[in-house]
């Protein structure tokens, strides 16, 4: 008998007589945020992440004042804003990343209790990689693209693509448990807020 | 510390010789301290959060139920998450045992052609002992996870589940590093100091070269949803990104009851989780995929579902519940045993109450005393299940994992408890023999004490017997009247 069919008659074996139904009690939601923008705003600042807010007009100077001096910037496709100097994604190897000190991607959607910013990884996101290996990563999250908790976000994401759910920079407790900002991810979130 | 929870004593000793480390129990009663009180204020955060009257019990109710939901019509949900996944384009294999699933992961890995893979942080990879299968056919595993390096390097144990070198002080962690990165890789800066972000910037230089060349990666998953066949992985430092996204091939191990019914069960755990384990809203990065996404990530991707044990949990009745468990810790920390002992004492890489439990439902009782000794390493206070996201209640388990001990035992010689309980049988079945052994007790605590009733006494006060019995008493006084 294949592992397969032994493994799921052991679980077949091993349920009989239990009855498959199970009522799960539905999740809890949270009360109604008076400002959602603000309060995701402030989650994420909690997270020593830099978080400012800024019009759509002043976007691109906001995004070049975020961006050090002579830094070597990777942006993926499709980016919604023109980067000076950015040097857009051309499937470089990881080693090739590694020589970019910063990127500038989008998001999918905020979380505004838990200060989270989802990325798909679609168009103005760039594939994974390019928003894991510089250091700086400059995010720009739309105000209406926030939302105020977890199960808001759920339904708005495709699970058939992609996710990587960002609460602030790279982060470690492992010793003494106390928190240190910056291990193998970026070490620096800079959270632009358009709207 | 040799490397290996093999041979480990049970757990009566092997406390005994924790608790004589003065330093380990200052490390211990540090970490678990500063963690359960970022804990509360969030559990308390979270129900002032919510509409109307619900609180956080009520989102542990529906964190508790998903998971349920998901065990109790688990060969429906395996059969769905194997068919989502193979439509994605990722390979589903099965394994009985730890045996067979490290065959198949050094299998890919020598497919390959490599020498090296780099590792996610991953419970179960540790379960069956991955690292040392995969060495044995020289292949090396780097982990990759702060703490699991530490322990890597030093040659360690790992003794919690979150923080797996929690034993470990600043100043250790410094001359391990010192003293053992430069075997391995880029060495440690010789003026490393033991301050916690230089030791992370340490980390973070000797594991970035061995991140980029990487070809295989080998992870673990925290949930897997059978609906979209999408697996979730709870992290950090970003160490589990760059193993999940930079190498061409990855192989995930994951147990069987790591399966969540759908993508919308998602939202429980993800909101207790973390808020359980590190005591954040959230933590730092969460990485879900589902099979290959073309131009994006390893475009080989493994997934290898593990029974080892599950199955004989899954068949308890009482002790099911276990295999709801999300991997957070939180019953480590509140657990006034495992506070006191550490993780090391426990003997396996699951430690304190869920281990407690765990252990023995896997790998099932009365063949080992390491594993029979582990249902009684708890005080059955409740804390546990008290702090238990997905509501485990943990002490039921163990009162009854005592009784499975007890009843495996049944039949051969006796041991000394037995005895004494079939002594209680006879004396309190009958009441003149009770009478008797009321006027006796005097004499029979101080032969006790002579005698073999150290191993109760050695931890537990006897109280003296009292200068007449109840009996006597009542009869003397007329019943109180006189």
């Known amino acids: 008998m294949s592992a397969r069919d032994d493994i799921l008659g052991r679980v077949r074996a091993a349920l009989d007589g239990v009855e498959p139904g199970y009522d799960v009690p539905e999740s809890p939601r949270i009360a109604p945020i008076p400002d959602v923008v603000g309060h995701f705003a402030a989650r994420v600042a909690d997270y020593r992440a830099v978080v400012e807010r800024c019009s759509p007009d002043e976007l691109a100077a906001r995004v070049a004042a975020a961006l050090p001096d002579g830094a070597r910037v990777v942006v993926p496709a499709g980016l919604s804003v023109v980067v000076a100097g950015g040097v857009e994604d051309a499937d470089f190897a990881a080693a090739e990343l590694d020589e970019f000190d910063a990127v500038v991607t989008e998001a999918r959607v905020g979380i505004a209790e838990t200060g989270t910013i989802v990325m798909d990884h679609g168009a103005g996101q760039g594939r994974r990689a390019i928003s894991l290996v510089p250091d700086l990563h400059v995010c720009l999250v739309r105000t209406d693209q926030v939302v105020p908790d977890v199960p808001d976000a759920l339904p708005l994401l495709d699970p058939r693509r992609p996710h990587t759910w960002i609460s602030g920079p790279s982060a470690t407790s492992d010793i003494e448990l106390e928190r240190v900002e910056g291990v193998h991810g970026p070490r620096t979130l800079h959270v632009l807020l358009v709207g | ?482």
């Open chain 2, 1 to 482: 510390m040799t490397g290996t929870f093999v041979g480990m004593p049970a757990f009566p000793a092997a406390a005994h010789e924790a608790l004589g480390n003065a330093q380990l129990r200052h490390n211990l009663a540090h970490a678990t301290g500063t963690i359960r009180a970022k804990r509360q204020r969030l559990v308390d955060e979270v129900t002032l959060s919510l509409e109307g009257n619900s609180d956080w019990e009520a989102l542990r109710l529906a964190g508790a139920g998903v998971k349920e939901s998901a065990l109790v019509d688990l060969a429906t949900h395996l059969e769905r998450l194997e068919e989502a996944l193979t439509a994605n384009g990722a390979t589903v294999h099965w394994a009985r045992d730890a045996a067979e699933a490290n065959a198949i992961v050094v299998a890919i890995a020598k497919r390959h052609r490599v020498d090296e893979v780099v590792k996610v942080k991953s419970m179960v990879t540790q379960e069956i002992d991955l690292n040392r299968a995969l060495e044995a056919e020289g292949i090396a595993a780097w982990e990759t996870d702060l703490a699991e390096l530490i322990v890597q390097l030093g040659d360690d144990l790992p003794s919690h589940i979150l923080v797996p070198a929690i034993h470990r002080n600043r100043a250790e962690i410094r001359e391990i590093f010192l003293a053992r990165m430069a075997a391995v890789g880029r060495p440690a800066p010789d003026d490393l100091s033991d301050e916690p972000a230089v030791l992370a910037a340490a980390a973070r230089a000797h594991l970035r070269e061995k991140f980029l060349r990487a070809k295989v990666g080998v992870s673990g998953a925290n949930f897997a949803v059978a609906d979209t066949g999408t697996l979730v992985v709870v992290e950090s430092e970003g160490n589990g990104r760059m193993c999940l996204t930079l190498p061409e091939v990855l192989v995930s191990v994951v147990g069987i009851e790591k399966v969540v019914p759908t993508w919308s069960g998602l939202d429980p755990l993800l909101r207790l989780l973390p808020r359980s384990s590190t005591g954040e809203r959230m933590n730092p990065y969460t990485s879900t995929w589902s099979g290959i996404t073309p131009g994006d990530g390893p475009q080989e991707v493994h997934v290898v579902l593990l029974d080892n044990g599950r199955t004989r949990a899954l068949a308890d009745d009482v002790g099911r519940q276990a295999l709801r468990c999300i991997r957070c810790s939180a019953c480590l920390n509140v657990c006034p045993v495992y506070e006191r002992t550490g993780g090391h004492a426990y003997g396996s890489v699951y430690p304190g109450p869920i281990g407690a439990i765990l252990n023995p439902l896997l790998r099932g009782v009365g063949h080992d005393d390491q594993v029979d000794s582990l249902p009684y390493a708890s005080s059955l206070c409740g804390a546990c299940f008290e702090a238990c996201p997905v509501r485990i209640d943990i002490p039921s388990v163990l009162v009854d994992q005592r009784a499975k001990v007890v009843d495996a035992h049944r039949g051969g010689v006796p041991k000394a408890e037995a005895l004494a309980f079939r002594g209680a049988a006879v004396a309190l079945s009958d009441s003149r023999r009770l009478g008797l052994g009321e006027r006796l007790t005097g004499l029979g605590l101080k032969v006790g004490r002579r005698f073999g009733a150290s191993k109760w006494t050695s931890a537990r006060d006897l109280p003296a017997a009292p200068p007449e019995s109840f009996r006597q008493w009542w009869k003397r006084t007329d019943g109180g009247r006189s």
